[in-house]
């Protein structure tokens, strides 16, 4: 079985970024022809099998519905598709050179986690805080069960000679608004989960945000974070091009991508998944996932060409606002329970970790954020998070419109249009009062 850690360390070792595309069709001819697309896209590439949303929460009769009646879906609906069918896509793609991974969303992951398995495939992502708060409404405690029986499934895999590996979501949080320290943190307690579940391959994630100043101390929090907490573990950072609000102009949607390959390679990263300049309008083609991969290769070459010193080689040990953030909510929930998924239980039930505009029923909804002069993420409100003594200057709470404004920074930045200063236009007011509901919530 190809094993995913030692593709990208072997990636690591020649000095190229591995790069990944999110993509997923229901189709198998269309599926089958994207991953052998993408896998000759650039020098180091992932292939995905991203599955659809019905499959995600388990509605697989939907999922039957929608293909006898020929409606696309979202994704590759992997456990509905006999094993054959599957086989058929997967036959002669997968390999050392080409490990596929499957991306799915799902806080009831085992159905998902025994089909990849079936497959011959080893590689997945998720979590019990990330794979949940953020989709739905199932509860947290069911959840972290649910990740404890799918992280056995995959361990169990050992036994035939695998080394199945897991990506935490917990870095992408909601995608956007969420200040990076407890990012990182909840990234870094997934991995924590992970290991003590038997998994002994894992990467943390962290998505793209507001300043690159920050993201590059954040991505180097996480690194060194993975290094105290996992020193027995085969572990690597990804970086996810921004999850928010997407520039709708080609040239911003391709400026925030080379500025998230330039983030991994200079931050230390050994993969970025990819997104295209199709983010803002529709599912993206087989075609433009392919140019996304190759615009993100040459820009991660062109920074690797440029970047000064060795950062890949270097933890960051000076000052890190985003580390001392990250450790102090680390250190806090490890010592609530010696077992980690009850501890990240007793963490959300005492609000010490608390997600900015989350609506789900487990999540406290006490903090708050806020983009400041600078355009760095920090926080208006803290709530019970417990890290007061290291929490820098609090900005002030966002109103409806700023809320509104703060969710399009990103996207105004790379499309070049000005922020409103005035009276808001129909447009806006209408956007303001949807986001006025969530304040309010």
């Not at 992932?46 to 039957?64: F, H, K, M, N």
């Not at 499957?102 to 998720?126: K, N």
């Not at 499934?153 to 695998?162: I, K, P």
């Not at 997407?246 to 997104?275: F, M």
């Amino acid at each position: 079985m190809t094993s995913f850690g030692r593709f990208v360390a072997a990636a690591r070792a020649r000095g190229a970024l591995v790069v990944q595309p999110r993509m997923g069709f229901s189709g198998p001819a269309r599926m089958r022809a994207g991953l052998l697309a993408t896998k000759h896209a650039a020098d180091a590439v992932a292939g995905t099998l991203t599955i659809d949303s019905y499959t995600r929460v388990g509605d697989e009769p939907a999922v039957v519905r929608a293909l006898n009646a020929d409606v696309p879906l979202n994704g590759y609906p992997i456990t509905s598709y006999s094993p054959h069918t599957s086989h058929w896509v997967l036959d002669g793609i997968p390999g050392p050179a080409f490990p596929v991974q499957v991306r799915h969303g799902s806080a009831r992951p085992q159905r998902i986690v025994a089909a990849l398995a079936r497959l011959g495939l080893t590689a997945t992502e998720g979590g019990p805080v990330s794979y949940c708060l953020p989709y739905g409404r199932t509860p947290l405690v069911d959840s972290v069960r649910n990740w404890q029986e799918a992280c056995e499934q995959l361990a169990a895999l050992r036994a035939e000679g695998a080394e199945p590996h897991l990506e935490s979501f917990g870095g992408c949080m909601l995608g956007q608004l969420c200040p990076p320290g407890l990012l990182v943190a909840i990234s870094a307690l997934e991995g924590v989960f992970f290991h003590r579940a038997g998994l002994r391959s894992v990467s943390l994630s962290y998505t793209q945000q507001t300043s690159p100043e920050q993201d590059r101390q954040a991505v180097r929090a996480l690194r060194r974070l993975a290094a105290e907490l996992l020193p027995d573990t085969d572990w690597h950072v990804v970086v996810y091009t921004y999850m928010g609000v997407y520039p709708r102009s080609p040239h911003g949607a391709r400026a925030l991508l080379e500025r998230s390959a330039e983030l991994a390679v200079r931050a230390g990263a050994d993969r970025l998944i990819v997104k295209t300049s199709a983010e803002a309008h529709r599912i993206p083609t087989v075609a433009e996932n392919v140019a996304a991969l190759r615009v993100a290769a040459r820009a991660a070459a062109r920074a690797a060409a440029t970047a000064p010193g060795s950062p890949a080689d270097a933890l960051d040990t000076a000052d890190n606002p985003v580390y001392a953030e990250a450790r102090a909510l680390v250190d806090a929930v490890l010592d609530l329970d010696a077992d980690p998924g009850s501890a990240l239980l007793k963490a959300f039930e005492r609000g010490y970790l608390d997600v900015p505009f989350c609506l789900h029923p487990d999540n406290a909804g006490r903090t708050r954020s806020h983009i400041d002069g600078a355009g760095r993420l920090t926080w208006s409100d803290i709530g019970a998070l417990p890290i007061g003594r290291v929490a820098g200057q609090r900005g002030a709470r966002l109103t409806a419109a700023g809320l509104h404004d703060a969710l399009t920074y990103v996207q105004r930045r790379y499309d070049r249009t000005p922020g409103p200063r005035s009276a808001p236009g129909p447009q806006r007011a209408a956007a303001v009062e949807r986001t006025h509901d969530l304040l309010e919530a």
